[in-house]
């Protein structure tokens, strides 16, 4: 079993920026991939960012490309979201994942584990 625990969400006006946390406990952290996805109300949850176990892979989907930056730190078990120039339309609950595969996995069913989410709020 992995738990996960995001932290870091917030009320922000568009511009500015949040940082999301993801602590880990339980297995070994650094043997599995991360993902942060996000749900908006009313909508499916959707893929935002992939970050492989050693940290050399990573993804975007297209809309938070040049905004968002994935990380993790294998020390502190912990993977992070740096959210820059947020947008109202980023709006959500994000959720961190973790899961043991070797590639880069966008569908939420290639995730194991899920943490309880953090309410992400941009004014306009």
């Known amino acids: 079993q992995v738990q996960l625990v995001e932290s870091g969400g917030g009320l922000v006006q568009a511009g500015g920026s949040l940082r999301l946390s993801c602590a880990a406990s339980g297995r070994t952290f650094s043997n599995y991939a991360m993902g942060w996805f996000r749900q908006a109300p009313g909508k499916e949850r959707e893929f935002v960012a992939h970050?492989?176990?050693?940290?050399?892979?990573?993804y975007y989907t297209d809309t938070v490309k040049g905004r968002f930056t994935i990380s993790r730190d294998n020390a502190k078990n912990t993977v992070y979201l740096q959210m820059n120039s947020l947008k109202p339309e980023d709006t959500a609950v994000y959720y961190c994942?973790?899961?043991?595969?070797?590639?880069?996995?966008?569908?939420?069913?290639?995730?194991?584990?899920w943490g309880q989410g953090t309410q992400v709020t941009v004014s306009s």
């Open positions: 994942a973790a899961g043991r595969m070797r590639t880069i996995v966008l569908s939420p069913t290639g995730y194991d584990y």
């Open positions: 970050i492989g176990a050693s940290g050399t892979i990573i």
